[in-house]
């Protein structure tokens, strides 16, 4: 007899486990799944609110002040929680790389992308956003892409696809105006690519997330805010209700809150899965678009939300590991 838990077992027999359930992806669980939500709706309805901010108002203007009023909620948030600012030298470089690449190259290059092509169609080439992250995520953090992910992937990018020929077709802009507005995105989605891999690294974890964040915020505001007088001269704002009132919900909700939950989440699930946010947003967007900008559906399009929703489903039940 071989001793084991719980009294003795015959020597020479093989003990085996009951067999339970396989755990269910931390993606699919309600503390994931709710502020993945809440992140979604949250950015699909910032695009035609940033629309709304292009006229009186220089782009890097709008950019500095939104960071500005996003990183002083951060760090006063922070301080209500008690939260220190405990940045060492590596700490600092940090945020400053955090707030050159997330916090101004990205949204300085989203918002005058929007001053070429709708807001729908910046959101669906935002949506690429999870190939550079799945990839760059599997070089420098080691994060594996399980079969189930790569379908969801493939499924959800013919969604995008469909719904980018369909914006293309019907953009009043032309088509060279449409590339200006693309290749704009695309380097907006570089920069926040590698943002989000920036986040998923050991060196991030070691800091106190909100302080951190709402340093690189106030980092990228005063960055934004060299380059908005460099190119356009001294601050402009515009004292139209609506547009104070986008700036406060852009800054507040769509920054402090918005960012925080998705770096949370990317901790988690991996900037491949996080990145799945972008796939729905740009079906919020259109949608709203169709109510503000007179977007008009087609079976194409239709096909393409259809498509991108149900990769995005695939994709975040993926049960293989992240790392």
């Given at each position: ?119 729908g169609l910046v959101a ?171 977007y008009r559906w087609s ?25």
């Amino acid at each position: 007899m071989e001793p084991f838990a719980g009294g003795y077992r015959p020597a020479g027999r093989c003990h085996r486990p009951a067999l339970t359930p396989a755990a269910a992806p931390q993606s699919t669980r309600l503390a994931i799944l709710v502020p993945f939500a809440i992140v979604t709706l949250i950015w699909g309805s910032t695009w035609i609110v940033i629309r709304d901010q292009i006229g009186i108002v220089p782009p890097s203007w709008s950019v500095s002040y939104r960071f500005l009023i996003a990183g002083v909620v951060m760090l006063g948030y922070a301080a209500y929680r008690g939260e220190r600012i405990v940045l060492d030298a590596r700490g600092w470089a940090f945020a400053g790389a955090l707030a050159v690449l997330q916090f101004c190259l990205n949204f300085n290059l989203v918002y005058r992308a929007e001053a070429h092509i709708t807001s729908g169609l910046v959101a669906v080439v935002f949506a690429l956003l999870l190939v550079p992250n799945a990839i760059l995520g599997r070089i420098f953090l080691g994060q594996q892409l399980g079969r189930q992910l790569l379908v969801g992937s493939g499924v959800a990018m013919a969604g995008v696809a469909l719904l980018f020929v369909h914006e293309a077709r019907v953009n009043p802009n032309g088509p060279a105006e449409s590339l200006i507005g693309v290749a704009i995105t695309m380097a907006g989605v570089m920069a926040a690519s590698i943002a989000n891999i920036l986040q998923g690294t050991q060196t991030a974890k070691k800091y106190p997330m909100i302080p951190t964040l709402g340093i690189a915020m106030l980092i990228g505001a005063a960055i934004d805010g060299v380059i908005a007088w460099s190119l356009t001269g001294p601050p402009v704002i515009e004292l139209r209700t609506g547009y104070l009132i986008g700036l406060l919900y852009l800054g507040v909700v769509a920054s402090a809150i918005a960012f925080t939950l998705y770096f949370s989440m990317l901790r988690i699930i991996g900037t491949a899965k996080a990145a799945y946010s972008s796939v729905i947003v740009p079906v919020i967007a259109m949608l709203l678009s169709t109510m503000f900008e007179g977007y008009r559906w087609s079976p194409l399009a239709a096909g393409g939300a259809v498509l991108a929703m149900f990769g995005l489903v695939i994709a975040l039940r993926a049960s293989r590991p992240t790392r």
